[in-house]
């Protein structure tokens, strides 16, 4: 069993650039240079056994792009991904297989994640082959033990994915992401192309998957009430950056980054009257482009606290303490919160 205070995996200024270029072959033969996407631009962070860490953001901010990456499906430009202290970015191809079987991933498009020529039972037998080959007897037991686990009935193996709902398909694709018993699992919004209703039922899955299984997971979502439902921890992206990471109740209680105020302000509250006479933090501006991000803190063109300092310097992970870290002069420079507010209650 791993050691609780070693991470599973790690991440060390992690960095995924794409090269992108609308140039035409003149200007190209002229040596215009492509343009330069920072999906991903110095990311560290450590991922606990057992532990399910939330990871939010706007659509385009490199939620995606970021768990990809540690699962080697994109491959980073720099940096450093240690799963149990080996370096997978420097596993080629053939290294990295038999590492597979240890990191899989349920995709966020339950409809197009699965081949629609193959039988259920075919798509998670599929990786059982790959990593174990075992007897045919074997391998339908496992199959059908697999449906079982994830709420489907057995005798659907010989069916194809048409024949089912959006919430079974996406069991099936939690059968066959467990089907070889990996250690980590990326789950990359799993339930953002569901119904509501159906919704609550994944996450409850999920949660107990990871109990019975002892998953670690890195659950990518930009719903907020969801990541709080399943997440021990919570980290927090902005245009290819973390801006915070805490403990999942401490960060809903107190956060300290004004881009992670603004999210939590924007979670509907259950109770009418509450969420009638409750404040909203809402941001003016759009999202800079991931190509020509701004300097300094890259949230200073939207933050309604912005001082001369975020403009010019980039702001590291302050840590205030219990594992509670955030990317924000406001912390360096507490006073300027004071000021704010009283200008504030004086308008």
Known sequence: MSDATQPLVSLRDLKVHFEVSSAGLVEKLFGKTASVVKAVDGISLDIQPGETLGLVGESGCGKSTLGRAILQLVRPTAGSILYKDRDLCKLN???????????????????????????????????????????????????????QIVGLNPRFIKRYPHEFSGGQRQRIGIARALAVRPDFIVADEPIAALDVSIQAQILNLLSQLRRDFGLTTLFISHDLRAVRHTSDRVAVMYLGKLVEVADSREIYRRPLHPYTQALISAIPVPDPQVEKTRQRIVLVGDVPSPINPPTGCRFHTRCPYVF??????????????????????????????AARSEQDSAA
């Open 93 to 147: 191809d053939k290294q990295m297989q038999p590492v597979r079987r240890h990191l899989q991933m349920v995709f966020q498009d339950p409809y197009a994640s699965l081949n629609p020529r193959m039988t259920v039972g075919d798509i998670v037998a599929e990786p059982i082959k790959l990593f174990d080959n075992p007897p045919r007897a074997d391998l339908e037991r496992r199959v059908q033990e697999m449906m």
């Open 308 to 337: 001369d300092r975020c403009r010019t310097e980039e702001p590291p992970l302050y840590d205030v303490g219990g594992g509670h870290r955030a990317a924000c002069f406001l912390i360096d420079e507490p006073q300027r919160i």
